[in-house]
C-alpha cells in the first residue's frame, strides 16, 4: 500500500476540533489526594487487578513503573490532575510494596533505574585517577622545564659575542 504524504492533519487541526473530547479535559473525578489514594487502594484490591499487580511484581516488574502506570491510567481516564497524581504517586508506591509484602514476594524490585551511588563512585573514581595521572604529567613538565632553563643558563655563559671571538679558558 502506498502512503499519501498528502493525507495529515493541517497544522493546527487539533485547535479547531471540538474541546472536550478528551477525558483529560473535564473536570477530575477526584481532587483530593485522600479520595484518590482510597480509590486507587480498591483498585487494586479489585478481584481482577490484584493478581496482576502479584505477577507484575514477581516477575521483577519495578513497584515505580507499576505505580506509574496506574497513576498515568488514571489520568487519563480522568480520574485526577497531573498535579494529584504527583501528590499521590508516593502513596500509591506505599501500597503496592504493602500488597507485595503482604503476598511475601522475594526480592521485590523497587525503582526503574539503579539507586545506588555505584556509578557516582565509578565516575569519581575515574575522575580521581585522571587528575593523579595529570599532576604526574605536570610534575615531569616542571621537572622538563627546570632542566631546561639550566641548559639555557649554561649556553648563556659559554655563550660568545661574535663570530671570531676565541674561546679563553
Avoid at 48 to 61: A, D, H, M, T, Y
Amino acid at each position: 500500500m502506498i502512503e499519501n504524504p498528502f493525507d495529515a492533519p493541517i497544522p493546527g487541526q487539533s485547535l479547531t476540533d471540538t474541546p472536550g473530547n478528551a477525558k483529560w479535559e473535564h473536570p477530575p473525578q477526584f481532587t483530593d489526594v485522600e479520595e484518590a489514594s482510597e480509590h486507587v487502594w480498591e483498585k487494586l484490591h479489585d478481584r481482577n487487578f490484584l493478581p496482576q499487580v502479584l505477577s507484575f511484581l514477581k516477575e521483577g516488574i519495578p513497584v515505580e513503573a507499576i505505580a506509574r502506570m496506574i497513576l498515568f491510567s488514571g489520568f487519563m481516564k480522568g480520574k485526577w490532575t497531573p498535579d494529584v497524581a504527583i501528590l499521590l504517586s508516593e502513596i500509591a508506591f506505599k501500597q503496592i510494596m504493602a500488597i507485595g509484602v503482604a503476598a511475601k514476594i522475594p526480592d521485590i524490585k523497587m525503582f526503574l533505574k539503579d539507586q545506588s551511588n555505584s556509578k557516582f563512585y565509578d565516575e569519581f573514581a575515574e575522575f580521581k585517577l585522571s587528575r593523579n595521572k595529570a599532576k604526574a604529567s605536570e610534575e615531569t613538565e616542571n621537572k622538563a622545564e627546570k632542566f631546561a632553563k639550566k641548559i639555557k643558563a649554561e649556553l648563556e655563559e659559554n655563550k660568545s659575542s661574535g663570530l671570531m671571538k676565541k674561546e679563553t679558558e
